[in-house]
C-alpha cells in the first residue's frame, strides 16, 4: 500500500512539474515590440514586482496570484473600486502584466484541492478573475512624477480572512501561523517557520506574500505537493557535481555570540545564533515556484476525494471504498502529514502564501531609510514655472516622496507630503536636496489592497548619513532600545547614598565576610554581579562558592523600577557604549560586588570531589565582602605561572588591591585551585555531549578620539573558561531547584536541536571538502570537530571558518515557562549544552530574567525552612537534621516530601510573599525578554558592521587575502578572515570581463575583453562597470609603488590607491576553486547615498588595464 501511495504521489508531482512548465513556455509570448518595455525605465516600486525577460517584455510576478482565491474558509472577496490612496507613478510607460493567452480557458486550468489536512484532488475547473481579468497597470503620459493617484479599479493584493476564519482554517489544519522572514539577498523570497516541521515554507512572489513584512506573525496556506520548489542543494551530494552555489552555507557578516562586555563564560551559554540572511535559492525563483494557489479550492470542510498522505487511495469510484482497510497507516494531525510528505519527498520544499497577518511586527513602527527627494523638487520646480500666477504652490493630497528603507528586507514606501514634519516641508520648498543624504526613521501608516507598496509617516530624523553617531541612535531606534535617562520615579525606589547593608539583613543571611571571595571581569567591567571563592577540605573535598549581585533585593515587584527593568529587560553592550537595564546607581554601586565593601548576594556552595561530582550543596542568600577585583589577564596571568609568591615582587605595582585581611598568595592560591577544578567540570561537560561552537573575535581598536583604526583579533583563554564553568554549573543548578519547587513556574531557557536540513548541508559541505561529520548529537558533533581540527593544523583559517558554518544550523536559545510545555518535557532541554535542566541566574545586574529566577528561587528557600519548621514541630526535630530535610535545595529530591500537602502550602505561600508570576504572566515575560534579547544582538552586530565600515571608509581601501567559499556562475561567496566578514562579488555581466563557468570540475575563470559588450543580453542599461567587481592594477603601478630598490614607496598608483606589498594581486585569466585564497579588495559603501555596507572586489594586475 505505501508503495502505491508513494507511487501515485510521484505521478502527481511530474504531472505539476509538466503543467509548470507548460505554463512557463505559455508566459513566453512572441516578441511584440508594442507590448515591450525597458527594465531600466520602470519605477522602481515596480521594478520590485517585474524582471525583464529576454525578450524584453516584462513579467510581472504577481500574474498567477491576482486570481480569486475560493476556499471554505475564505470570506468572500470584494472586488469594488479601488481607493483614492491606489499608487500611481505617472513618470512611467505603460506597463503590462504578460498573461497567457489561454489564462481563460477551462481545459487549461487545473484545480488543486488542499487543505493540507492531506487531501488533494486535480480537476479541470472554470476560474472567475478579479474584475474580469488581469491587472494592467497603464500610466498616462502629462501626469506629475510624484504624484499618487487612484488610477486603477484592480487589487494588488487579496483581502486578508477574517480572523473567524482563520480560527476555523487554524483548528482544521488548513492553514498554519508562522514567523514570516525576508530573505536579505532577495526581497521577492520570504520563508516562514512552523512548529514542527523539519524546513521553512518558501513564500516566492510579492503577492503571495500579501503586504507581510519582516517579523510579522501571519497565517499561511499551503500549496499543493506539484507546486513546491526544488530544495537547495536538493542534487548536492558528496558526489555531485552540482554547482557549488548550491551549498552554500551562508555566514554571519559578523563574529557569532560575542558578548560585548567580554564574559564569553555563560552569557550566550553555548547559544549559537544562526542569524542567517538565506542566500537566493536556485529552483525558488518566482518564474519558476510562484504558487498557483488562484486554481486551488477546498472541499467542504477542507477535505476532498483523497489523500495520499495518510495512505488513502482510491481503486474505485465509489468512496465508500477509499480508505477503509485497516491496514492502512493513518497520520493524524495536519502537521504530521506535512512531516510525511516532506520526509517522503526531501527534495522538495514547500511553498505556500499569506492569507491574514495575526501580529504586526514593531518594525513596522521603526523603519530606518532615506527619502528620495530629488525627483520631487525637480518636479515642484517644474510646476512653479507652469504656475508662475500662483505665489504660493499648494500640496496635493496625492504628492509623495519615495522612502529607500536600510534594511532590504523592507520594501520601498511612499510618504506623502502633506503629512511631513512642517521642518522638513520648509527644507523642501527651498530646494534642500542635503535631505536625500540624511537617516530618518517612519512607521507603516497604511498598506491597502490597492497599494503596491506601503504609505509611511516620517517620525525622527537622525542626521547625515556619512557620520557614525546617527547611524548608531538609528540602529537603537530600530531596535526599540531605550536609551534615555532613567525615571526620578524609578530612581526614588532605590537608597540614598552612602549606604550600608541594613543590620536587620545580617539577622536573615549568612555572613561570608571573612572568606576569600574575589571577582573576575574584563579590566573595563564596572557592572561586577558574579564572584568565587573556595575552600579546601581534608577528605579532598573542595567548596566552591559562586556569589551572585541580590539585584532582586532593590528591585521589589510592581515597582517603577521593576517596571523599567523589565521594559529593557537586558543591558545593551556596544563597542564603546553600553545602555544599562538598572541605573548606575545600583548596577555600578550598590549592587555590584565591587571590592573591599559589603554586599548583598545569592550564593551557592558547591561540594565537589576529585571527579568533579557535586557531593553536596547549600543555597541561600548572604552577605559578602570581595577581597579583590581581578581582570581576565590577571587570572591569565596566575594560571600560566607568571604571577606566583616568587614574582610577586615583580608584578606588584601592576596588580590590583587587595583588601582585608587576606594577602595575594591567597587570591593566587584560590585561582590555581578553581582552575583545576574547572578543568575537571569542562572534560566532564564534554564526554557528557556538549558542544562547543566558539571561535576567536574580532576587536575593533580606536584612537582617542574614538575613531577606529585597526583591527585585531580576540582568542578565548582559560580564565574564560574557568569562570564560564562555575557560573554555567551555577544555573544548572537553580534551574534544577526552581523546577522541583513551581513545575509549573519556572523560568528556564531552552536550546532546540539544530535546523536539520542546514545540518545537512553542513555535512555535505564538508563531505564535498573531504571531511567527516557525524552530527546524529552533540557528543558527537563535537567530536567530529575535534577530528576536523586536527586534519587542518596546518590549515587553521579553514577550520575557524568552518567553526562559523556550524553554528549557522543552530536555533537560537530562548526563555520559556515551564508551564507552557509541561507536556512537552523532552523539549526542555539545552542541545549546546546537553543537559535537561537550565536557566539563567548569574548575571541579575544586566538581565531582567535572571531577577525573576532569584524570586523564584528565594520562594523555594523560603518554602523549604517553612516546611521543615513545619516537620521540626510536628516530629520534633532539631536543628541539626534541618539539612536532612532540603527537599528543594539539595542534591538528593525527595518527591513525595515536595508533593506532600504540608509542602504545597509552604511553595504557595512563599510564592504569593516574592510576588512569583503565574504561569500566563511568566509566559509573557519569557516572550518579551526573547523579543529584547535578540534586538541587543541585532545592535550589537549592526554597530560592530558600522565600525568596521567607519574603519574601512577611514583607510579608502583595504587588501586583504579572502577564501572562496561559495562559488557558481554568477557570483561567488568569500570569507575575509582579517574582519571575520563574508561577502559576495558578483561578476555577472560587468563590462570587460569574460566569465567561463566550468560546470564538471565547479572552476571559474574570469578573463579580461575588451569587447565583453558585444554578448550583452538585452538592453545597453544594464552593464556594470568593470571597477564594481574588480580592481586592476598595472605591474607600473606595482614597480612604482615598490620602488626600483624593491622597498615600499609612499606613491599611489593610477588608480589612486596605496598599495600593500603583503598582499599581491593575481592575473588574468584567473582560475577560482571551492577554498581557493584570493586578493580581495575591501571599501566602504553608502552612508550619504544609501545603507552602509562593506564591499568587495577582486584585486587583479594586467597590462590591459
Same mark, same amino acid.
Given at each position: 500500500?505505501?508503495? #502505491?501511495?508513494?507511487?501515485?504521489?510521484v505521478?502527481?508531482v511530474?504531472?505539476?512539474?509538466k503543467e509548470?512548465?507548460?505554463?512557463?513556455?505559455r508566459?513566453r509570448?512572441?516578441q511584440?515590440?508594442? #507590448?515591450s518595455?525597458?527594465?531600466?525605465?520602470?519605477? &522602481?516600486?515596480h521594478?520590485?514586482?517585474?524582471e525583464?525577460?529576454?525578450n524584453g517584455?516584462?513579467?510581472n510576478y504577481v500574474?498567477t496570484? =491576482?486570481?480569486?482565491?475560493?476556499?471554505d474558509?475564505?470570506?468572500p472577496?470584494?472586488?469594488?473600486?479601488?481607493?483614492?490612496?491606489?499608487?500611481?507613478?505617472?513618470s512611467?510607460?505603460?506597463?503590462?502584466?504578460v498573461q497567457?493567452?489561454?489564462?481563460?480557458?477551462?481545459?487549461?486550468?487545473?484545480?488543486?484541492?488542499s487543505?493540507?489536512?492531506?487531501r488533494?484532488f486535480?480537476?479541470?475547473?472554470?476560474?472567475?478573475?478579479v474584475?474580469?481579468?488581469s491587472?494592467?497597470i497603464?500610466?498616462?503620459?502629462g501626469?506629475s512624477?510624484q504624484?499618487?493617484e487612484?488610477?486603477?479599479?484592480?487589487?494588488?493584493f487579496?483581502?486578508?480572512?477574517?480572523?473567524e476564519?482563520v480560527n476555523?482554517?487554524?483548528?482544521?489544519?488548513?492553514?498554519?501561523?508562522a514567523?514570516?522572514?525576508?530573505n #536579505?539577498h532577495n526581497?521577492i523570497?520570504?520563508?516562514?517557520?512552523?512548529?514542527g516541521l /523539519?524546513t521553512?515554507?518558501?513564500?516566492?512572489?510579492?503577492?503571495?506574500q500579501n503586504r507581510?513584512?519582516?517579523?510579522?506573525i501571519?497565517v499561511?496556506?499551503i500549496?499543493?505537493?506539484?507546486?513546491?520548489?526544488r530544495?537547495?542543494g536538493s542534487?548536492? *551530494?558528496?558526489?555531485s557535481?552540482?554547482?557549488? +552555489?548550491?551549498?552554500?552555507?551562508n555566514l554571519?557578516?559578523?563574529a557569532i555570540?560575542y558578548?560585548?562586555?567580554?564574559k564569553a563564560?555563560?552569557?550566550?551559554d553555548?547559544?549559537?545564533?544562526?542569524?542567517s540572511?538565506?542566500l /537566493?535559492e536556485?529552483g525558488?525563483?518566482p518564474?519558476?515556484? *510562484?504558487?498557483?494557489?488562484?486554481?486551488?479550492?477546498s472541499?467542504p470542510?477542507g477535505?476532498s476525494s483523497f489523500?495520499y498522505v495518510a495512505g488513502k487511495?482510491?481503486?474505485?469510484?465509489?468512496?465508500?471504498?477509499?480508505?477503509s482497510?485497516s491496514?492502512?497507516n493513518?497520520?493524524?494531525?495536519?502537521?504530521?502529514?506535512m512531516?510525511a510528505?516532506?520526509s517522503s519527498?526531501?527534495s522538495?520544499?514547500?511553498?505556500?502564501?499569506v492569507v #491574514?497577518?495575526?501580529e504586526s511586527s514593531?518594525r513596522?513602527?521603526?523603519?530606518?531609510?532615506?527619502?528620495?527627494?530629488?525627483?520631487?523638487?525637480?518636479?515642484?520646480?517644474f510646476s512653479r514655472?507652469?504656475m508662475?500666477?500662483?505665489?504660493?504652490l499648494?500640496y496635493s493630497?496625492h504628492e509623495?516622496?519615495?522612502? *529607500?528603507p536600510?534594511?532590504?528586507r523592507f520594501?520601498?514606501?511612499?510618504?506623502?507630503v502633506?503629512?511631513?514634519?512642517?521642518?522638513?516641508?520648509?527644507r523642501?520648498?527651498n530646494?534642500d536636496?542635503?535631505?536625500?543624504?540624511?537617516?530618518?526613521?517612519?512607521r507603516?501608516d497604511?498598506?491597502?489592497?490597492?497599494?503596491?507598496?506601503p504609505?509611511?509617516l516620517?517620525?525622527?530624523?537622525?542626521g547625515h548619513?556619512?557620520?557614525v553617531q546617527p547611524?548608531i541612535?538609528?540602529?537603537?531606534?530600530e531596535?526599540?532600545i531605550?536609551?534615555s535617562?532613567?525615571s526620578?520615579?524609578?530612581?526614588?525606589?532605590l537608597p /540614598?547614598? /552612602?549606604?550600608?547593608v541594613p543590620?536587620e539583613?545580617f539577622k536573615?543571611?549568612?555572613d561570608?565576610?571573612?572568606?576569600?571571595?574575589?571577582?573576575?571581569?574584563?579590566?573595563?567591567a564596572?557592572?561586577?554581579?558574579?564572584?568565587?571563592?573556595?575552600?579546601?577540605?581534608s577528605n579532598?573535598?573542595?567548596?566552591?562558592?559562586?556569589?551572585?549581585?541580590d539585584?532582586?533585593y532593590?528591585?521589589?515587584?510592581?515597582?517603577p523600577?521593576?517596571?523599567?527593568?523589565?521594559s529593557?529587560?537586558?543591558?545593551v553592550?556596544?563597542t564603546q557604549?553600553?545602555?544599562?537595564?538598572l541605573?548606575?546607581?545600583l548596577?555600578?554601586?550598590i549592587g555590584?560586588?565591587?571590592?573591599?565593601v559589603?554586599r548583598?548576594?545569592?550564593?551557592?556552595f558547591l561540594?565537589?570531589?576529585?571527579a568533579?561530582?557535586?557531593?553536596d550543596?547549600?543555597?541561600?542568600?548572604?552577605?559578602i565582602?570581595?577581597c579583590?577585583?581581578?581582570s581576565?589577564?590577571?587570572?591569565?596571568d596566575?594560571?600560566d605561572g607568571?604571577?606566583?609568591?616568587?614574582?610577586?615582587g615583580t608584578?606588584?605595582y601592576?596588580?590590583?588591591?587587595?583588601h582585608?585581611?587576606?594577602?595575594w =598568595?591567597?587570591?593566587i592560591?584560590s585561582?590555581?585551585n578553581?582552575?583545576e577544578?574547572s578543568?575537571?567540570?569542562?572534560?566532564?561537560?564534554?564526554?557528557?555531549g556538549?558542544?562547543?561552537?566558539?571561535s576567536?573575535k574580532?576587536?575593533?581598536?580606536f584612537?582617542e578620539y574614538?575613531?577606529?583604526?585597526?583591527?585585531? $583579533?580576540s582568542e578565548?583563554?582559560?580564565s574564560?573558561?574557568l569562570?564560564e !564553568?562555575?557560573?554555567?554549573?551555577?544555573?544548572?543548578?537553580v534551574a534544577e531547584?526552581i523546577?522541583?519547587?513551581f513545575?509549573?513556574g519556572?523560568?528556564?531557557r531552552r536550546?532546540?536541536q539544530p535546523?536539520?536540513?542546514?545540518?545537512k &548541508?553542513?555535512?555535505?559541505?564538508?563531505?564535498?571538502?573531504g571531511l567527516?561529520l557525524?552530527?546524529s548529537?552533540?557528543?558527537?558533533f563535537q567530536q567530529?570537530?575535534e577530528r576536523?581540527?586536527?586534519?587542518?593544523?596546518?590549515?587553521s583559517?579553514?577550520?575557524k571558518?568552518?567553526?562559523?558554518y556550524a553554528?549557522k544550523p543552530?536555533q537560537?536559545a530562548?526563555?520559556f515557562c515551564?508551564? +507552557?510545555?509541561?507536556?512537552?518535557e523532552?523539549?526542555?532541554g539545552h542541545y549546546?549544552l546537553?543537559?535537561p535542566?537550565?536557566t539563567? $541566574?548569574?548575571?541579575p545586574l544586566?538581565?531582567?530574567?535572571?531577577?525573576?529566577?532569584h524570586?523564584i528561587?528565594?520562594?523555594?528557600?523560603?518554602a !523549604?525552612e517553612?516546611?521543615f519548621?513545619h516537620q521540626?514541630i510536628?516530629?520534633?526535630?532539631?536543628?541539626?537534621?534541618?539539612?536532612?530535610?532540603?527537599?528543594?535545595?539539595?542534591?538528593?529530591?525527595?518527591k513525595d516530601?515536595t508533593?506532600?500537602?504540608?509542602?504545597?502550602e509552604?511553595?504557595?505561600a512563599?510564592?504569593i510573599?516574592?510576588r512569583?508570576?503565574t504561569?500566563?504572566?511568566?509566559?509573557?515575560?519569557a516572550?518579551?525578554?526573547?523579543?529584547r534579547k535578540?534586538?541587543s544582538?541585532?545592535?550589537?552586530?549592526a554597530c560592530?558592521?558600522?565600525?568596521i565600515w567607519?574603519l574601512?571608509k577611514?583607510?579608502?581601501?583595504?587588501?586583504?587575502?579572502?577564501?572562496?567559499?561559495?562559488?557558481g556562475?554568477?557570483?561567488?561567496?568569500?570569507?575575509?578572515?582579517?574582519?571575520?566578514?563574508e561577502r559576495?562579488?558578483?561578476?555577472?555581466?560587468?563590462?570587460?570581463?569574460m566569465?567561463e563557468?566550468l560546470?564538471?570540475?565547479s572552476?571559474?575563470?574570469?578573463?579580461?575583453?575588451?569587447?565583453?559588450r558585444?554578448f550583452?543580453?538585452?538592453?545597453?542599461?544594464?552593464?556594470?562597470a568593470l571597477e564594481?567587481?574588480? =580592481?586592476?592594477v598595472?605591474?607600473?603601478?606595482?614597480?612604482?609603488?615598490?620602488g626600483?630598490?624593491?622597498k615600499?614607496?609612499n606613491?599611489?598608483?593610477?588608480?589612486?590607491?596605496s598599495?600593500?606589498?603583503?598582499?599581491?594581486p593575481?592575473?588574468?585569466?584567473?582560475?577560482v576553486g571551492l577554498?581557493?585564497?584570493?586578493?580581495?579588495?575591501l571599501?566602504?559603501?553608502?552612508?550619504?547615498?544609501?545603507p552602509?555596507?562593506i564591499?568587495?572586489?577582486?584585486y587583479?594586475?594586467?597590462?590591459l588595464?
Amino acid at each position: 500500500m505505501k508503495a #502505491a501511495v508513494v507511487e501515485a504521489v510521484v505521478d502527481r508531482v511530474e504531472d505539476g512539474d509538466k503543467e509548470k512548465k507548460k505554463r512557463r513556455s505559455r508566459r513566453r509570448p512572441k516578441q511584440n515590440s508594442a #507590448a515591450s518595455v525597458s527594465c531600466s525605465s520602470v519605477n &522602481e516600486i515596480h521594478g520590485e514586482a517585474s524582471e525583464c525577460l529576454g525578450n524584453g517584455t516584462a513579467a510581472n510576478y504577481v500574474t498567477t496570484s =491576482l486570481k480569486q482565491h475560493h476556499s471554505d474558509v475564505s470570506p468572500p472577496h470584494d472586488h469594488g473600486l479601488t481607493k483614492a490612496s491606489n499608487l500611481a507613478f505617472s513618470s512611467l510607460p505603460t506597463m503590462h502584466i504578460v498573461q497567457p493567452r489561454d489564462a481563460q480557458s477551462p481545459e487549461n486550468q487545473h484545480c488543486f484541492t488542499s487543505g493540507f489536512d492531506g487531501r488533494m484532488f486535480e480537476k479541470s475547473c472554470p476560474e472567475p478573475t478579479v474584475s474580469g481579468g488581469s491587472p494592467v497597470i497603464s500610466i498616462n503620459k502629462g501626469f506629475s512624477p510624484q504624484h499618487i493617484e487612484g488610477y486603477s479599479e484592480r487589487k494588488y493584493f487579496y483581502p486578508h480572512w477574517s480572523m473567524e476564519a482563520v480560527n476555523d482554517a487554524l483548528e482544521k489544519g488548513v492553514a498554519f501561523k508562522a514567523l514570516f522572514r525576508v530573505n #536579505a539577498h532577495n526581497r521577492i523570497e520570504a520563508y516562514c517557520k512552523i512548529d514542527g516541521l /523539519p524546513t521553512d515554507v518558501l513564500i516566492g512572489g510579492l503577492a503571495e506574500q500579501n503586504r507581510a513584512v519582516e517579523g510579522d506573525i501571519v497565517v499561511i496556506k499551503i500549496d499543493p505537493l506539484p507546486l513546491w520548489a526544488r530544495m537547495k542543494g536538493s542534487a548536492g *551530494t558528496c558526489k555531485s557535481s552540482a554547482p557549488v +552555489e548550491d551549498l552554500n552555507l551562508n555566514l554571519e557578516d559578523n563574529a557569532i555570540g560575542y558578548n560585548c562586555k567580554g564574559k564569553a563564560k555563560v552569557d550566550e551559554d553555548c547559544e549559537y545564533d544562526s542569524r542567517s540572511c538565506l542566500l /537566493p535559492e536556485r529552483g525558488s525563483h518566482p518564474e519558476e515556484s *510562484t504558487s498557483l494557489h488562484d486554481s486551488i479550492h477546498s472541499g467542504p470542510n477542507g477535505q476532498s476525494s483523497f489523500d495520499y498522505v495518510a495512505g488513502k487511495y482510491p481503486l474505485t469510484s465509489n468512496s465508500s471504498q477509499a480508505g477503509s482497510s485497516s491496514e492502512q497507516n493513518v497520520v493524524e494531525t495536519p502537521i504530521e502529514r506535512m512531516c510525511a510528505i516532506i520526509s517522503s519527498f526531501p527534495s522538495k520544499r514547500p511553498t505556500g502564501r499569506v492569507v #491574514a497577518i495575526i501580529e504586526s511586527s514593531q518594525r513596522r513602527n521603526a523603519v530606518i531609510g532615506y527619502l528620495n527627494v530629488k525627483k520631487w523638487i525637480s518636479y515642484r520646480e517644474f510646476s512653479r514655472k507652469d504656475m508662475k500666477k500662483n505665489k504660493s504652490l499648494l500640496y496635493s493630497n496625492h504628492e509623495y516622496i519615495q522612502m *529607500t528603507p536600510t534594511d532590504p528586507r523592507f520594501p520601498k514606501m511612499v510618504v506623502l507630503v502633506r503629512k511631513l514634519p512642517d521642518s522638513i516641508k520648509k527644507r523642501l520648498e527651498n530646494g534642500d536636496e542635503t535631505i536625500e543624504k540624511e537617516l530618518f526613521a517612519a512607521r507603516v501608516d497604511e498598506w491597502g489592497e490597492e497599494s503596491p507598496a506601503p504609505q509611511a509617516l516620517i517620525l525622527h530624523a537622525f542626521g547625515h548619513g556619512s557620520e557614525v553617531q546617527p547611524h548608531i541612535e538609528a540602529i537603537l531606534f530600530e531596535n526599540a532600545i531605550n536609551s534615555s535617562e532613567f525615571s526620578p520615579e524609578s530612581l526614588s525606589c532605590l537608597p /540614598p547614598l /552612602p549606604w550600608k547593608v541594613p543590620r536587620e539583613e545580617f539577622k536573615t543571611r549568612m555572613d561570608l565576610r571573612n572568606l576569600c571571595i574575589f571577582t573576575i571581569d574584563p579590566s573595563t567591567a564596572t557592572d561586577l554581579d558574579d564572584a568565587l571563592s573556595v575552600e579546601n577540605f581534608s577528605n579532598g573535598i573542595f567548596r566552591v562558592g559562586i556569589h551572585i549581585a541580590d539585584a532582586s533585593y532593590f528591585v521589589l515587584p510592581d515597582t517603577p523600577l521593576d517596571d523599567e527593568a523589565q521594559s529593557r529587560s537586558t543591558s545593551v553592550y556596544m563597542t564603546q557604549r553600553k545602555v544599562p537595564m538598572l541605573p548606575p546607581l545600583l548596577s555600578e554601586n550598590i549592587g555590584s560586588l565591587n571590592p573591599g565593601v559589603e554586599r548583598l548576594a545569592f550564593s551557592i556552595f558547591l561540594d565537589i570531589n576529585h571527579a568533579g561530582d557535586v557531593v553536596d550543596r547549600w543555597i541561600g542568600r548572604t552577605v559578602i565582602r570581595s577581597c579583590c577585583k581581578l581582570s581576565y589577564e590577571h587570572a591569565q596571568d596566575i594560571i600560566d605561572g607568571k604571577l606566583n609568591s616568587e614574582s610577586f615582587g615583580t608584578f606588584k605595582y601592576g596588580c590590583p588591591l587587595v583588601h582585608g585581611h587576606f594577602e595575594w =598568595l591567597d587570591v593566587i592560591r584560590s585561582v590555581k585551585n578553581l582552575y583545576e577544578i574547572s578543568k575537571t567540570l569542562n572534560e566532564r561537560r564534554f564526554s557528557d555531549g556538549a558542544l562547543q561552537l566558539e571561535s576567536s573575535k574580532v576587536v575593533i581598536l580606536f584612537d582617542e578620539y574614538g575613531d577606529p583604526y585597526d583591527s585585531l $583579533f580576540s582568542e578565548s583563554k582559560e580564565s574564560n573558561s574557568l569562570v564560564e !564553568e562555575f557560573m554555567l554549573l551555577a544555573n544548572r543548578t537553580v534551574a534544577e531547584v526552581i523546577s522541583r519547587a513551581f513545575p509549573d513556574g519556572a523560568l528556564l531557557r531552552r536550546h532546540p536541536q539544530p535546523n536539520m536540513r542546514k545540518l545537512k &548541508e553542513f555535512e555535505a559541505f564538508c563531505c564535498k571538502l573531504g571531511l567527516e561529520l557525524d552530527t546524529s548529537s552533540s557528543g558527537h558533533f563535537q567530536q567530529s570537530l575535534e577530528r576536523i581540527r586536527e586534519k587542518l593544523k596546518d590549515d587553521s583559517v579553514l577550520f575557524k571558518i568552518l567553526m562559523n558554518y556550524a553554528a549557522k544550523p543552530m536555533q537560537l536559545a530562548s526563555y520559556f515557562c515551564s508551564g +507552557e510545555l509541561k507536556d512537552r518535557e523532552n523539549d526542555w532541554g539545552h542541545y549546546g549544552l546537553a543537559v535537561p535542566l537550565y536557566t539563567h $541566574f548569574t548575571s541579575p545586574l544586566r538581565r531582567y530574567p535572571d531577577i525573576v529566577v532569584h524570586r523564584i528561587l528565594a520562594a523555594a528557600i523560603e518554602a !523549604e525552612e517553612l516546611y521543615f519548621e513545619h516537620q521540626r514541630i510536628l516530629n520534633n526535630f532539631d536543628k541539626g537534621d534541618k539539612l536532612k530535610m532540603r527537599c528543594f535545595t539539595g542534591v538528593h529530591f525527595d518527591k513525595d516530601a515536595t508533593e506532600s500537602r504540608e509542602s504545597q502550602e509552604a511553595l504557595s505561600a512563599a510564592a504569593i510573599k516574592h510576588r512569583v508570576p503565574t504561569s500566563e504572566s511568566l509566559a509573557d515575560v519569557a516572550a518579551y525578554c526573547n523579543d529584547r534579547k535578540l534586538a541587543s544582538r541585532h545592535v550589537k552586530d549592526a554597530c560592530d558592521k558600522l565600525h568596521i565600515w567607519s574603519l574601512l571608509k577611514k583607510k579608502e581601501v583595504l587588501l586583504s587575502e579572502a577564501r572562496v567559499m561559495g562559488l557558481g556562475p554568477r557570483f561567488m561567496s568569500i570569507y575575509i578572515h582579517k574582519l571575520a566578514v563574508e561577502r559576495r562579488i558578483n561578476y555577472e555581466e560587468v563590462e570587460g570581463l569574460m566569465v567561463e563557468w566550468l560546470d564538471a570540475t565547479s572552476t571559474l575563470v574570469l578573463s579580461l575583453c575588451a569587447d565583453r559588450r558585444s554578448f550583452r543580453r538585452g538592453g545597453p542599461g544594464k552593464w556594470r562597470a568593470l571597477e564594481d567587481a574588480v =580592481l586592476v592594477v598595472t605591474p607600473y603601478d606595482l614597480k612604482a609603488e615598490l620602488g626600483g630598490d624593491g622597498k615600499s614607496s609612499n606613491e599611489s598608483t593610477s588608480n589612486g590607491i596605496s598599495l600593500n606589498d603583503e598582499i599581491e594581486p593575481m592575473v588574468f585569466p584567473l582560475t577560482v576553486g571551492l577554498l581557493s585564497t584570493i586578493p580581495v579588495v575591501l571599501h566602504a559603501v553608502g552612508g550619504d547615498d544609501g545603507p552602509v555596507d562593506i564591499g568587495a572586489r577582486l584585486y587583479m594586475s594586467s597590462y590591459l588595464c
